[in-house]
């Protein structure tokens, strides 16, 4: 049997995590951090654990109130857009592509997104959603298919600035190397922000976990601390064949993916992809924890799925929708996780791919 912990990290100053391409002091002057991705967190809960647990999913960007209290955000769903000049945001809908027009997909997606007329795409909203406001939105309700901005709650700007520092390269003998000098930003998150992480561990383990441990790269600390009451945005709360209408699933992606096929998720028996909203890939560093404290190895650059992408499925029917989002009596849900990778896949354990499900029209 497993339970379910949330840790939540506060970093104690700049983050400073790198997405695996190279960089050379001596080619190049500038290096960007970048948002934390599963792998970083993955490995900040083995440290603050003492091990790795069964599961990690995250991360999740939250504020923390005064009295202790985690909110989770959550980017602004892909097919959300703002509606030039009017104040509005609209939800795209698959609609059938305009006659003769093609794209480089083929087949793989039958319909475009639209919202008639209203807008056009590429016009992302972005910012990010508390959970409740996700909530709304998996149930169908927080932009159907059109609403003024004001009433949507959502942060518009990222807590987070990007801070410069001035580094310069050493040598073996830790002597300063000339010529090399370069700047690398950091990022600074503002007061009371930090990153959930759901810990999925074994019913005997002991959670307690360390008050710090380190967070990214260059010695930087995040503090830990359990996080209670906090879960993913629930599913759609109707049940039977009104839970997914017509077998329609919006599938959400809260943290990035790396699936086998590139963008395009694995599909299950019986469902087909009518259309998606992805926006561009991000680059992720993945490595395998060295034995005995040692140093990651095969450290990868990858490209990933970014969080916040939307894909519609479309089963056969409610009742075999619902069975495959929040599962049945011979499977588990998909809802609330890791999604496309065998049980044991390192990817899944660390965290990429964490799925919800809602609806769309």
């Not at 934390?36 to 599961?55: H, I, M, Q, R």
């Not at 090399?180 to 930090?194: E, I, K, N, S, V």
């Not at 995040?222 to 209670?228: M, S, Y």
């Not at 087909?272 to 450290?299: C, I, M, Q, S």
Request: charged share 20%; aromatic share 8%; proline share 10%.
């Amino acid at each position: 049997m497993t339970r379910s912990v949330w840790l939540a990290f506060t970093p104690r100053d700049s983050l400073f995590i790198r997405d695996g391409r190279a960089f050379d002091a001596g080619a190049d002057n500038a290096a960007r951090a970048v948002w934390p991705n599963p792998s970083t967190l993955a490995g900040a809960v083995g440290a603050a654990l003492g091990g790795e647990p069964d599961e990690v999913r995250g991360p999740v960007l939250a504020r923390r109130s005064r009295g202790g209290r985690w909110t989770p955000y959550f980017p602004v769903p892909a097919d959300i857009v703002a509606v030039p000049d009017s104040g509005e945001v609209a939800r795209l809908r698959p609609g059938k592509a305009p006659e003769g027009s093609a794209t480089d997909l083929g087949d793989a997606v039958p319909c475009w997104l639209d919202a008639a007329g209203k807008a056009g795409t590429g016009q992302s909203w972005g910012g990010w959603l508390p959970g409740e406001e996700l909530r709304r939105y998996l149930a169908g309700e927080l932009v159907a298919p059109v609403a003024r901005a004001g009433d949507v709650e959502c942060l518009r700007e990222t807590p987070v600035q990007s801070e410069p520092h001035v580094g310069l390269a050493r040598t073996d003998e830790h002597t300063a190397r000339p010529g090399f000098l370069y700047q690398a930003a950091h990022l600074r998150m503002a007061d009371g922000w930090g990153f959930l992480a759901e810990c999925v561990v074994s019913d005997g383990w002991d959670v307690e976990p360390r008050q710090s441990v380190p967070f990214g790269g260059r010695g930087r600390l995040a503090w830990v601390e359990v996080a209670g009451s906090v879960r993913w945005p629930q599913p759609p709360q109707r049940t039977g064949p009104h839970t997914f209408p017509d077998g329609r699933i919006a599938l959400y992606v809260a943290t990035p993916a790396l699936w086998h096929d590139g963008w395009r998720p694995p599909l299950p028996d019986g469902a087909k992809l009518v259309a998606a909203a992805v926006p561009d890939a991000e680059p992720v560093a993945t490595a395998k924890p060295g034995r005995g404290g040692a140093r990651p190895t095969d450290r990868m650059l990858r490209w990933a799925v970014p969080a916040g992408s939307v894909y519609c499925l479309k089963f056969a029917d409610a009742a075999a929708a619902s069975a495959w989002a929040l599962g049945d009596a011979g499977r588990p849900r998909v809802h609330g996780t890791a999604y496309g990778r065998e049980p044991a896949d390192r990817l899944r354990t660390a965290g990429f791919g964490v799925v919800l499900t809602g609806v769309w029209t």
